[in-house]
């Protein structure tokens, strides 16, 4: 990436982006600020592949709930892609998440001179980066998934990171004993446990996914890659984002707002006009989601596991 170098790089969330002249945000998640003149935006999951202009002013809005192995993450990213020789950085945290133990991990990881300063609720810790950082390994676990035992690296508060989710593992059952396709889409990949499954068993050659979460399409990228797997994510709550596919797989988020959930939904069933979907739920949830897919003319299978159940969706074939 060319150009003047940018006044400030802030990485943040959603909540706290904003796009202004002359400054670059690395976003933690979409969706990503509107885009206005001058102002430069960037997927944390494309940061962390590509050079960047260089700043000499960062700023760290380090997310909640996220683990604090994202500070050495996000440590190697500062220091290996936005700061200029001599930056100074600022870390800006609520006082909840921890500001005396972040700083000392700071000071581990090499960062020197951190002075602290306070802005209403969140801490500021402001310091100067190491000339240089390894890249941390994010934790992984490995599981048998088809013929496959699989290792995911999954960390940093995704999506079930100590093993397989049991709706993940149904829903890759059930794709496994389908028909084989040449492109999957995953909706809401997080760590890619499904997309990876189905390409390195065979059921699909290629695949193309969605989440909301960068951090998560990281962890996805870096998976595929483990297994030389071709998979293109985009950051996106749209499902229509990605192109059509023969089949598309979704393990539902449920802990997202009404409006989030009939918006994904929404998108769901435009993809099942072109192709199949295969939708995982919690069987408690199951007849809410059923009613939603038939309601819009989709045929609805079903195959139940212990405690959640696959609907199969399709449109109905003309007269
Ligand atoms: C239940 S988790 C499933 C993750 C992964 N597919 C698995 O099975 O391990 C749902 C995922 O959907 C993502 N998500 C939430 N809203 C979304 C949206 N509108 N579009 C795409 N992904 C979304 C979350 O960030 C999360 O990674």
Redesign the pocket.
């Known amino acids: 990436m060319t150009g003047p170098p940018l006044s400030l790089w802030r990485v943040a969330p959603p909540e706290a982006s904003r796009a202004e002249s002359g400054t670059g945000t690395v976003a933690l998640a979409a969706p990503m600020p509107a885009a206005s003149a001058g102002a430069f935006s960037v997927w944390f999951h494309e940061a962390m592949r590509r050079g960047c202009r260089r700043s000499q002013d960062v700023e760290v809005w380090l997310p909640a709930y996220r683990g604090k192995s994202l500070v050495r993450l996000l440590t190697w990213l500062v220091t290996e892609r936005l700061a200029g020789p001599g930056a100074a950085v600022t870390w800006r945290l609520d006082k909840r998440q921890g500001p005396d133990s972040v700083a000392r991990m700071l000071t581990a990881l090499g960062w020197a001179g951190i002075t602290r300063k306070r802005d209403g609720r969140v801490i500021e810790l402001t310091g100067q980066p190491p000339a240089t950082v390894s890249m941390p390994d994010p934790e992984c676990f490995t599981e048998r998934i088809g013929g496959q035992d699989l290792t995911f690296s999954a960390d940093y508060g ?3 990171p100590r093993r ?2 049991d ?2 593992a149904l829903l890759a059952a059930v794709a496994l004993s389908q028909p084989a396709v040449d492109t999957v889409a ?6 890619g ?2 997309a990876i499954a189905l390409m390195v068993n065979e059921t699909a050659r290629s695949a193309v996914a ?4 960068s951090v ?1 399409l990281w962890l996805a990228e870096a998976n595929a890659r483990r297994y030389a797997v071709d998979l293109k994510v985009t950051c ?2 749209n ?1 229509l984002d990605v192109p059509p596919t023969p089949l598309t797989v979704c ?3 449920t802990h ?1 707002d009404a409006s ?1 959930s009939g ?2 939904m929404a998108g769901l069933v435009q993809r099942t006009r072109r192709g199949r979907l295969l939708l995982v739920v919690h069987r408690a949830l199951e007849g809410r989601y059923t009613r939603h897919l038939a309601n819009a003319g989709l045929v609805v299978d079903r195959h139940p596991g212990p405690a959640h159940v696959v609907l199969a969706a399709r449109a109905r074939r003309s007269p």
Do not use: K, Q, R
Not at 186 to 191: H, L, P, Q, S
Not at 210 to 213: L, P
């Open positions: 995704v999506f079930s397989v989710d709706g993940t995953d909706i809401g990949i997080g760590y446990a499904l969605t989440d909301v979460d998560a996106t709550p499902p393990n539902m988020p997202i989030s918006a994904l």
